[in-house]
């Protein structure tokens, strides 16, 4: 049935079409998210990349309940504050059997449950007949999965796919599976909790007479598997209560926030819950992810600044990121990936695409913050904490690091960290602003690389003082000497180099011929943050940062409006982003 419908010249939308809230609902656990929409359901138009995804791959690409061939009416529909379930309330319009009126509006409920778990999401189904008549009921599931890997959702269109493979019945489970170009067979395996009718195909059918003030229960789980491994799939019940477990146990290691200001205790308490649906167990420890849908995965800068932020409130997280990027820093030059020996993790990706050297970003390491910035979290962790064991654990890794700034970073030897794009597919900018057109001049033409970020300078300034902390602790004297000596000359240089009087601030970066972009920025912010400007420019950045021309009365913008590529709908030329403003 069409969801729009004609009269004439006029258009009206079907009652059944609830369109008074399309917001998408979305649930991550581990490296597994799903977004739907306010039904519970994954439309077979692709609205928004809704999808149930695993590690990269979209395993559902549609997933549609309907009541004897209708769509169901939204009573309500959310996810409850620990971000652990999807909840929705539903009911039928009238539905009508030979023109004859079988279910009268109302009279059945609906209710809808889904969380995600170890790959897998459980749904739970109740209906419950609150008329006074028994209903004839044929509930019907249609499931789609297109495999798209996530950066086909994004719009990378690709030449060549895989294979779709025919669904499969056996018995209560429905198999859809797709042969990928990179010789991997990916499976999306339903399972039903009571007996599907017979037939074949991607959709599943129950029947049933639903009596007066009768419930009937369904469970459906469809399991994420990659490869020949088949995985075991627990009952709803028994994932509800684990991951009831796993939210207890994270509210008990973190530390507690009690406000008299109601509003900001509810900010903080929410806060708190999407940071936890964000993190991720690794083999490395405790990681957060940077973003559902488009960024579910380990970021190095990402991971690095929440964990920095957070540190105060949970020191753990901050131990999985360091953990997790020393083992994956860099051994060898790769172009390709941007990677020099020492330098750490820009992201990395699982999926087809990334397998196949399609996207570059399999282990990818176009940051030039992220190697300076791991050093700064090693110092503030054990600032914290005291965990000396683990800063010996990875001392080799810092002083890596430490290498890649002097050998790698500062590639012209002029003492200040730069960066150019080695990778053809790689970043063109590769500082937190990091899109294409972020880093201009005052005339708004881009700068050439290699390019001298300002903030960067800062945070390897601060690398080196923590560096040089963490070596006397160690016993290394005198490496501690010349850390902290390297230190206070790039302070030096950087106030002489990076300082424009013109506009009383600090450069937005220095291009390849060593020419300021006079820009007024929240980068100089960061060399507040870092301590790497002078007392006397300090306050004149601030005076700068607070002003009418950057500050919005919401926060800093990421430039001011005065500058030429000023527009605070862009990502990075005028927007507001929390963590600048941390």
């Given at each position: 049935?069409?969801?729009?419908?004609?009269?004439?010249?006029?258009?009206?939308?079907?009652?059944?079409?609830?369109?008074?809230?399309?917001?998408?609902?979305?649930?991550?656990?581990g490296?597994?998210?799903?977004?739907?929409?306010?039904?519970?359901?994954?439309?077979?138009?692709?609205?928004?990349?809704?999808?149930?995804?695993?590690?990269?791959?979209?395993?559902?690409?549609?997933?549609?309940?309907?009541?004897?061939g209708?769509?169901?009416?939204?009573?309500?529909?959310a996810?409850?504050?620990?971000?652990?379930?999807?909840?929705?309330?539903?009911?039928?319009?009238?539905?009508?059997?030979?023109a004859?009126?079988?279910?009268?509006?109302?009279t059945?409920?609906?209710?809808?449950?889904?969380?995600?778990?170890?790959?897998?999401?459980?749904?739970?189904?109740?209906?419950?007949n609150y008329?006074?008549?028994?209903?004839?009921l044929r509930?019907?599931?249609?499931?789609?999965?297109?495999?798209?890997?996530?950066?086909?959702?994004r719009g990378?269109?690709?030449?060549?796919?895989?294979?779709?493979?025919?669904?499969?019945?056996?018995?209560?489970?429905?198999?859809?599976?797709?042969?990928?170009?990179?010789?991997?067979?990916?499976?999306?395996?339903?399972?039903?909790?009571?007996?599907?009718?017979?037939?074949?195909?991607?959709?599943?059918?129950?029947?049933?007479?639903l009596g007066?003030?009768?419930e009937?229960?369904?469970?459906?789980?469809?399991?994420?598997?990659?490869?020949?491994?088949?995985?075991?799939?627990?009952?709803?019940e028994?994932?509800?209560?684990?991951?009831?477990?796993a939210?207890?146990?994270?509210?008990?290691?973190?530390?507690?926030?009690?406000?008299?200001?109601?509003?900001?205790?509810?900010?903080?308490?929410?806060?708190?819950?999407?940071?936890?649906?964000?993190?991720?167990e690794t083999?490395?420890?405790?990681?957060?992810?940077?973003?559902?849908?488009?960024?579910?995965?380990?970021f190095?800068?990402?991971?690095?600044?929440?964990?920095?932020?957070?540190l105060?409130?949970?020191?753990?997280?901050?131990?999985g990121?360091?953990?997790?990027?020393a083992?994956?820093?860099?051994?060898?030059?790769?172009?390709?990936?941007?990677?020099?020996?020492?330098?750490?993790?820009?992201?990395?990706?699982?999926?087809?695409?990334?397998?196949?050297?399609e996207?570059?970003?399999?282990?990818y390491?176009?940051?030039?913050?992220?190697?300076?910035l791991?050093?700064?979290?090693?110092?503030?962790?054990?600032?914290?904490?005291?965990?000396r064991?683990?800063?010996?654990?990875?001392?080799?890794?810092?002083?890596?690091?430490?290498?890649?700034?002097?050998?790698?970073?500062?590639?012209?030897?002029?003492?200040?960290?730069?960066?150019?794009?080695e990778?053809?597919?790689?970043?063109?900018?590769?500082?937190?602003?990091?899109?294409?057109?972020?880093?201009?001049?005052?005339?708004?033409?881009p700068?050439?690389?290699?390019?001298a970020?300002?903030?960067?300078?800062?945070?390897?300034?601060?690398?080196?003082?923590?560096?040089?902390?963490?070596?006397?602790?160690?016993?290394?004297?005198?490496?501690?000497?010349?850390?902290?000596?390297?230190?206070?000359?790039?302070?030096?240089?950087?106030?002489e180099?990076?300082?424009?009087a013109?506009?009383?601030?600090?450069?937005?970066?220095?291009?390849?011929?060593?020419?300021?972009?006079?820009?007024?920025?929240?980068?100089a912010?960061?060399a507040?943050?870092?301590?790497?400007?002078?007392?006397e420019?300090?306050?004149?950045?601030?005076?700068?940062?607070?002003?009418e021309?950057?500050?919005?009365?919401?926060?800093?913008?990421?430039?001011?409006?005065?500058?030429?590529r000023?527009?605070?709908?862009?990502?990075?030329?005028?927007?507001?982003?929390?963590?600048d403003?941390?």
């Amino acid at each position: 049935m069409p969801e729009l419908i004609q009269v004439e010249d006029n258009w009206s939308v079907r009652a059944t079409s609830a369109r008074g809230d399309d917001r998408a609902r979305v649930l991550k656990q581990g490296e597994t998210f799903g977004i739907f929409d306010r039904s519970g359901d994954i439309r077979l138009i692709d609205l928004g990349g809704e999808g149930l995804y695993h590690q990269g791959t979209r395993f559902l690409s549609g997933m549609e309940l309907k009541i004897n061939g209708a769509c169901s009416l939204v009573l309500n529909s959310a996810v409850r504050k620990d971000n652990s379930l999807l909840m929705v309330d539903l009911t039928t319009p009238d539905l009508y059997e030979t023109a004859k009126l079988s279910i009268l509006k109302d009279t059945l409920h609906i209710f809808r449950a889904k969380l995600l778990w170890e790959g897998a999401q459980y749904e739970h189904i109740r209906l419950v007949n609150y008329g006074d008549h028994a209903m004839s009921l044929r509930i019907s599931v249609l499931f789609e999965a297109d495999y798209a890997d996530i950066f086909e959702v994004r719009g990378i269109r690709r030449a060549v796919r895989g294979n779709c493979l025919p669904a499969r019945r056996l018995g209560r489970e429905l198999v859809l599976a797709y042969r990928g170009l990179d010789h991997v067979s990916r499976h999306t395996r339903i399972i039903a909790s009571v007996d599907p009718d017979p037939g074949a195909g991607p959709r599943l059918y129950f029947s049933l007479v639903l009596g007066p003030r009768d419930e009937h229960e369904l469970c459906l789980t469809a399991v994420c598997e990659i490869g020949e491994r088949i995985q075991s799939a627990p009952s709803y019940e028994r994932m509800l209560d684990r991951w009831t477990a796993a939210v207890t146990a994270n509210t008990e290691a973190i530390a507690e926030v009690l406000t008299s200001n109601e509003p900001l205790n509810h900010w903080l308490n929410r806060s708190s819950a999407d940071l936890h649906m964000l993190t991720t167990e690794t083999r490395y420890g405790l990681y957060p992810h940077a973003g559902v849908p488009w960024f579910c995965t380990e970021f190095g800068r990402d991971g690095i600044i929440t964990a920095l932020q957070y540190l105060w409130m949970q020191s753990e997280l901050a131990r999985g990121v360091l953990n997790f990027l020393a083992a994956e820093q860099a051994d060898t030059e790769a172009p390709a990936q941007d990677a020099e020996p020492g330098k750490i993790l820009h992201e990395t990706r699982r999926g087809e695409m990334a397998a196949l050297d399609e996207i570059p970003f399999r282990r990818y390491y176009g940051s030039v913050d992220a190697t300076p910035l791991f050093i700064v979290l090693a110092g503030a962790y054990f600032d914290l904490t005291g965990d000396r064991s683990f800063i010996e654990s990875i001392w080799a890794n810092i002083e890596r690091a430490l290498d890649w700034i002097d050998r790698y970073g500062d590639m012209d030897r002029d003492g200040f960290v730069e960066y150019t794009r080695e990778s053809v597919n790689g970043l063109v900018h590769q500082g937190w602003k990091d899109s294409a057109d972020a880093v201009f001049h005052a005339n708004g033409q881009p700068a050439r690389p290699p390019i001298a970020l300002c903030e960067v300078q800062g945070y390897v300034f601060a690398a080196k003082q923590a560096a040089a902390k963490l070596a006397a602790l160690l016993g290394e004297h005198r490496r501690a000497e010349v850390l902290s000596d390297q230190a206070e000359q790039l302070k030096t240089r950087f106030n002489e180099a990076f300082w424009c009087a013109d506009i009383r601030d600090f450069a937005l970066a220095l291009d390849g011929e060593k020419r300021p972009c006079r820009v007024p920025a929240s980068n100089a912010g960061h060399a507040l943050f870092t301590g790497i400007a002078s007392t006397e420019h300090a306050q004149s950045v601030a005076e700068i940062l607070l002003g009418e021309d950057s500050f919005s009365g919401w926060g800093v913008r990421t430039i001011a409006q005065s500058a030429a590529r000023f527009n605070p709908m862009s990502y990075h030329n005028g927007s507001v982003w929390p963590h600048d403003n941390g």
